[in-house]
């Protein structure tokens, strides 16, 4: 792995747009001893600024990275975990690690967030 470069290591904070797809392998963030099981070769993380916040059966935030794409982050969470909801707010930083983009039904493209314990937030100001 390469030595911490802070937030201008491209490949550590990552775009929405450069996250690996949770469709594919993508060799620059996964490795592999026998080509059958894929694990993570380093350690990347989404920071980004909430700009909306919706709720409607499940909590959906949509954000904006530091190129200025805007997507959602839908949350599916495991068991009896939950979002606290106070938390999301328009303006808030949120720091995702190994985000994946996903495609949603209504053919958005985001990242689906399954558990609480990647991810964090940051009350800007």
């Known amino acids: 792995m390469s030595p911490l470069r802070g937030l201008q290591d491209l490949q550590a904070f990552p775009s929405f747009e450069s996250c690996p797809d949770e469709n594919s392998v993508d ?18 993380c989404l920071l980004a600024e909430i700009t909306h916040v919706e709720y409607f059966i ?9 190129s200025g794409y805007e997507f959602p982050v839908a949350f599916y969470p495991e068991g009896d975990e939950e979002p606290t909801l106070d938390q999301y707010r328009k303006g808030h930083t949120i720091a995702i690690l190994y985000p994946h983009q ?5 053919m958005t493209i985001g990242i689906r967030q399954e558990n609480m314990y990647n991810i964090q937030v940051w009350r800007d100001g």
Not at 102 to 106: C, N, S
């Open 27 to 44: 060799l620059q963030y996964y490795s592999t001893d026998n080509g059958y099981y894929f694990r993570p070769s380093r350690h990347w």
């Open 102 to 106: 996903h495609g949603f039904m209504d």
């Open 58 to 66: 499940r909590l959906r935030l949509y954000v904006r990275d530091k």
